[in-house]
């Protein structure tokens, strides 16, 4: 009974949907006689904007033609007021994003993500105010290249591990690399072991993550657009929002308590909780308990958001590999030449290695795993090269570039293209604090791999193998999607080598 008297006053009420209409339609007048020079976007239905001319999936696609037709910046706007901007070249999000930091460093309201889920303290997701600050120092001392170093056995003994799930069940891979993308961080964070990937924590943390990227897909919830449907979208959908809140909480305080018990009977193992909770935090921290808190969101943040992305990709460069042999050789070839045959790559061969490298940089270019990076919202109005970009503005950059030509060289080249590490990862105030981790991480899985492994298409029946069509998830994350390959050891030596190497790993679950 309560259920349906709910319904009816979240939806058939006209006492929502006419303010709702008064308000667009007081917008698009406003709008329309404003002599305000606004920057060039599609045509405009009246009333309701150009906003839905933007496609659901894949929208980086489009954006990608649209560049075309109205340059750098495409600017799109809907009902109640809603507006968009996409920066179409990376030059334009640097000059933003990073020379004027005040204005592009918040960022995009998620009334159900947010409010309701009780997300908006997660780094990513949270606006540029005190505690985000606090996060960032602290993240910026627990992620720097230094801490990051300390980390390089972790990421060999991982990459060890996974090379021999690779050889011993090749046709689960995916499973693999998610497993040992998870043990990183979860190490890294918490000071974790994991076994399988049935682990408590592994389970916990991957519904949450599934929660928040359907929370967090753009335009998933009316409510998004229109945040005067938080209370009709938080009565209707009460049990799962009570649900989804739960698995996040359970997310963020389990694993953190886990720690702070193992800190109580002095068994717990390094980590970024253990050492951070083992300081007093400065005089920055209002009271002991603030400087928990911010640990405990951090230590989520890092994790929610380290996982999917060193997948994508990890995945997109083994795609690559796949889809060009001729690339993949001359990689191994430079592995053989510069590691030697006797032995896998380690982290200390990070920077003598150039064209593996290039390979990774050109899979960044090739398929951005965060195509649209993450968006801002501007904090006020501003005006950039006479164009007007209003306050509550939501700026995405579109980091999708149009090429299907898979060429590491060009990174070689005298001229070389810019460095997609220097856009993949995002810009300024808020460019990713994982960058250090995810590069050296990414570095030392694809190496390890490629030393020892032939990576090729599925064959059909007839022995032929199968061409791919390189297919992509839409969403905030984009990985190749139905990814099938084969994982060959290059020699015998190569597969002794990761056997005996596996063997001496210490990492116990
Ligand atoms: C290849 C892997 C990765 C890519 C492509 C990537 C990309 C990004 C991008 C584009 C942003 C938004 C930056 C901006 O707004 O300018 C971001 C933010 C963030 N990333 Fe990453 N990331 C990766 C790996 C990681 C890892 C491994 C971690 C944690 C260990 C991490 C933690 C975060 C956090 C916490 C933020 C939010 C920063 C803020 O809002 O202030 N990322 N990342």
Not at 85 to 96: D, G, M, W
Not at 410 to 430: H, I, K, M, Q, S
Request: hydrophobic share 40%; net charge positive; glycine share 6%.
């Amino acid at each position: 009974m309560a259920r349906t008297s709910t319904r009816s006053m979240a939806f058939s009420t006209p006492s929502i949907v006419l303010p709702l209409v008064g308000v667009a339609f007081w917008l698009w007048i406003k709008n329309r006689h404003s002599n305000r020079h606004y920057p060039p976007g599609p045509p405009s239905w009246p009333f309701i904007g150009n906003l839905l001319r933007l496609p659901g999936q894949h929208p980086w696609l489009r954006l990608t033609e649209w560049k075309e037709t109205y340059g750098q910046t495409v600017y799109l706007h809907g009902l109640g007021g809603t507006t968009i901007l996409f920066l179409n070249n990376v030059n334009l999000a640097v000059q933003l994003f990073e020379k004027r930091p005040t204005i592009y460093s918040e960022r995009p309201r998620f009334t159900v993500a947010g409010d309701l889920l009780g997300l908006d303290k997660l780094m990513p997701l949270r606006m540029h105010d005190h505690g985000w600050k606090l996060q960032r120092k602290l993240a910026r001392s627990a992620m720097s290249l230094d801490a990051v170093k300390r980390y390089h056995p972790l990421l060999e003994e991982v990459a060890t591990m996974l090379s021999e799930s690779l050889r011993v069940d090749p046709e689960t891979f995916t499973h693999h690399i998610r497993l040992a993308l998870s043990r990183v961080i979860l190490s890294v964070t918490y000071g974790i072991p994991v076994a399988t990937s049935d682990n408590e924590f592994v389970v916990l943390v991957e519904e949450a993550m599934k929660v928040i990227s359907k929370a967090t897909n753009p335009g998933a919830y009316l409510a998004d657009l229109f945040p005067i449907l938080k209370q009709p979208h938080a009565l209707l959908f009460r049990n799962d929002i009570q649900r989804n809140r739960r698995i996040v909480q359970d997310s963020l305080n389990k694993p953190f308590d886990h720690v702070k018990k193992q800190i109580v009977d002095g068994s717990a193992p390094p980590s970024l909780v253990q050492q951070l909770l083992a300081d007093e935090g400065d005089k920055e921290f209002a009271s002991r308990q603030e400087y928990e808190n911010t640990v405990k969101w951090l230590a989520g943040s890092l994790y929610l958001a380290g996982v999917e992305t060193v997948n994508a990709l990890v995945l997109t460069t083994l795609l690559a590999m796949a889809m060009n042999p001729d690339k993949q050789a001359r990689a191994q070839e430079e592995i053989d030449a510069v590691v030697g045959i006797h032995r896998l790559p380690t982290l200390g061969d990070k920077g003598s290695l150039p064209y593996m490298e290039a390979v990774i940089k050109e899979a960044m270019r090739w398929y951005p795993s965060v195509p649209l990076s993450l968006g801002r919202r501007t904090s006020q109005d501003d005006v950039y090269e006479g164009h007007f970009i209003p306050a509550g503005t939501n700026v995405f950059p579109n980091i999708w570039f149009v090429s299907t030509v898979f060429m590491p060289e060009r990174f070689l080249d005298e001229n070389p293209p810019v460095d997609p590490t220097n856009y993949a990862f995002g810009f300024g105030r808020r460019i990713c604090p994982g960058k250090q981790l995810a590069e050296h991480s990414v570095f030392i899985v694809i190496a390890s791999i490629l030393a020892a492994f032939r990576i090729s298409p599925e064959t059909d029946s007839s022995g032929k193998p199968i061409p791919y069509d390189a297919r992509f998830s839409s969403g905030l994350i984009s990985a190749p999607e139905d990814f099938r390959c084969k994982f060959r050891p290059r020699s015998e030596e190569r597969g002794a080598q990761v056997r005996a190497r596996a063997a001496a790993v210490s990492y116990v679950a």
